[in-house]
């Protein structure tokens, strides 16, 4: 990594595997924290992760509820679910609660780190080096994923609110599309409207009034610097 470490919380509670997992990531030059219960993981929930790899069948605590409380504290930080259940319904509570991608087991630790890869990407772009960007006296704040105003309060946004903003303001001035916009942020795999780029564009609006967000009509959307 550029000049910081992204750092992985992985929680799995089958060792073995937990430390093959941690091997693999590591050799990426990330910096992997291992729990084997969800009980032990809520107590480093606010240590600057900047992903979370959960199993879902943990002892205890599962991994659906561990999720939960992680994005009613950080909704910000991105999430792999991992699980050898009932593949599809977990792939959809998982994703309806908040998790940003889903790995069925058996799989091979090469598969997880290229889909960890592609998510940091998506969420921290080329590098978290560059940590603050500051647009309409707004301070966005890449490493730790939040926005904050002139008196530097904390303006709460969703994960998909914050992901179309950083889009928009690292290519500031360049209109883009709603189709370029679902690729980056969504995914290219994103089956649904195009529509769910203008909501999340109204409520960035409504949050971050002063920010010049244009229209580009027949184009997409654009943030002026």
Known sequence: MDETTFKINLVEDEETLASILKAYMEKEGWEVSVFHTAEEAVKYMHNGVHLWILDIMLPGMNGYDLLKKIKENHSEQPVIFISARDQDLDKIIGLELGSDDYLAKPFLPKELVIRAQKLLHRVYGNGIHESMLVISRYQIDVVRRKVFDEEEHVIDLTTKEFD??????????????????????????????????????????????????????????????
């Open 164 to 225: 179309v903003l950083l889009y928009l303001v690292e290519n500031a001035n360049v209109a883009k599309s709603r189709k370029e916009i679902l690729n980056e942020v969504w995914g290219k795999d994103y089956v649904g409207s195009d529509r769910a780029v203008d909501d999340v564009v109204r409520r960035i609006r409504r949050k971050l009034s002063r920010l010049s967000l244009e229209t580009v009509y027949g184009s997409g959307y654009r943030v002026v610097s």
